[in-house]
């Protein structure tokens, strides 16, 4: 059975303050309408499980002091060890040595391709993004850290003209306003959901980081944040309508909290929503048990082995 994991980056479940909580604020009908009504948020009526989706809080902490960071929190997504224990901290943004050797060393992207699955990081880069890497001058996240060391290619312009990944803002609207970016289509909200379930059919195992809203969590800005989940919404609204349950499961997730709570620029300690979209059986063996982030990568393992 396929999965497309959406990660989306410094997202937690906060509390229902309009003030602090663009969750709570923003206008998401698409979600809300799969969520029985209820808005992205910490609530009692979790766990959640109708006849599409289902919501779970997890724990990000991992039994860790301090506040999760995303090198660490994306190592555990990316291969279910609890990598924060085995060091001994939260590590972030990048990976340092520590951490690296987890990434690198038998990491989601790795086990499937072993199993002989198809697997892609949907997730295309600029030119100048490269030309950062091929000169030290920036250091491979997580993500595309396992991806690569997996064997997997990093998606670029010419993929996303083609049609086989989609820019960090999946639009293309805010890659196009770069100087010296190479041209791209530029889609609707909508149309880019509708691309991302595409993309997600065409493998049996396929990721796309998000990381736009870690970075409205440390901007602090209400009325961005709050029209970044608003397109967000239009954009799973298109996916939702275009993913055919039977085939495999939609997760999101993220790696620590930031964007639900604006009164500060750090992350937070909050849990983190593990939403499941798709067939009910499927979903249920994939979340039976699941409390934190460290059980992610092994139902991954085991939900596209089975097919």
Known sequence: MRCLFIFLDGVGLGSDDPQTNPFFSAQMPNLQALLNGHKLIESPSLPLENERATLLRLDACLNISGLPQSATGQAVLLTGINVPAEIGYHYGPKPNEAVARFVTNGNLFHQLSELG????????????Y??????????Y????????SAGLQLMTSEDIR???ALPADLTGEGWSAQPGFPQIPILSHREAG??????????DFAFFE??????AGHEQNMPQAVQLLENFDQTLGGLFDAWHDD???????????????LSTRRHTANPV?????????????????LHDLSGITPRIINLVASS
Not at 194 to 203: M, S
Not at 247 to 261: A, M, Q
């Open 210 to 215: 998000y990381w736009l809203t870690d970075y």
């Open 273 to 289: 929503p593990g939403l499941l979209i798709g067939a009910t059986p499927a979903r249920r063996a994939f979340s039976q048990g």
């Open 130 to 139: 490269f030309q950062a890497i091929e000169s030290r001058r920036r250091m």
């Open 141 to 148: 996240s997580a993500v595309p850290l396992a991806a690569t």
């Open 194 to 203: 509708q691309q991302l379930a595409k993309l997600g059919q065409a493998y």
């Open 247 to 261: 085939s495999g499961l939609i997760l999101i997730t993220s790696d620590h909290g930031n964007l639900e709570d």
């Open 117 to 128: 699955k198809r697997c892609a990081l949907l997730s295309g880069y600029p030119p100048r």
């Open 162 to 164: 083609a049609g086989r």
